[in-house]
């Protein structure tokens, strides 16, 4: 995948088929330590160790649609391509942790993407799951959790057009640090 947005946009497609209620995504990104680092968390159904064990095999998938499973595989090859470490641990019925780093500096280190229009596909997705978005670099923290503004919203669904306009564009600038 050309940015790292599409893998995260994948690894959580999993977390969303694998019934999280709750998917926590932390983002690292520091020129000063030269790393970028991903850290994604579910209270999904999580997995048995034998399917663990095969996870980042390409040719492995619980899908019945397709006989490959390339998402989590290619993640883990970007990471070690790039001097980066990839880790998953997953309990059944507790969740999945998926952990992926890459040096910054690397020729093949893909570029973040757009972290607003991730999240924006991922909450109008599925209304019900809250995420809690952490972007941290070497000048400040931002944090979106969609937990906040569907109490502030009320009665207003969150996967309302203008809402998600406005959650896209709140991301962006909280990324770059622009949120007055």
Do not use: W
Not at 51 to 73: A, Q, W, Y
Not at 139 to 157: G, R
């Amino acid at each position: 995948m050309e940015e790292l947005a599409l893998n995260i946009l994948d690894i959580i497609y999993n977390s969303i088929k694998a019934k999280a209620t709750f998917i926590r995504l932390y983002i690292l990104d520091s020129i000063k330590d030269n790393i970028i680092r991903i850290r994604i968390e579910d209270n999904g159904v999580g997995m048995r160790k034998d399917i663990l064990k095969k996870v980042t095999d390409p040719f492995f998938t619980t899908r019945k649609t397709r006989k490959v499973g390339l998402g989590t595989s290619l993640l883990k090859q970007m990471c070690e391509d790039t001097e980066g470490e990839f880790k998953i641990s997953s309990k059944e019925n507790e969740g999945t942790v998926v952990e992926a780093s890459f040096r910054k500096d690397h020729l093949d280190t893909p570029p973040m993407g757009d972290l607003g229009d991730t999240m924006v596909c991922l909450v109008s997705a599925d209304i019900s799951i809250d995420y809690e978005f952490t972007y941290q670099d070497d000048e400040h923290i931002f944090e979106f959790k969609t937990k906040e503004f569907k109490e502030i919203l009320e009665d207003v669904p969150i996967n309302n057009a203008d809402i998600l306009l406005y959650i896209r564009d709140y991301i962006r600038k909280g990324v770059k640090n622009e949120i007055d």
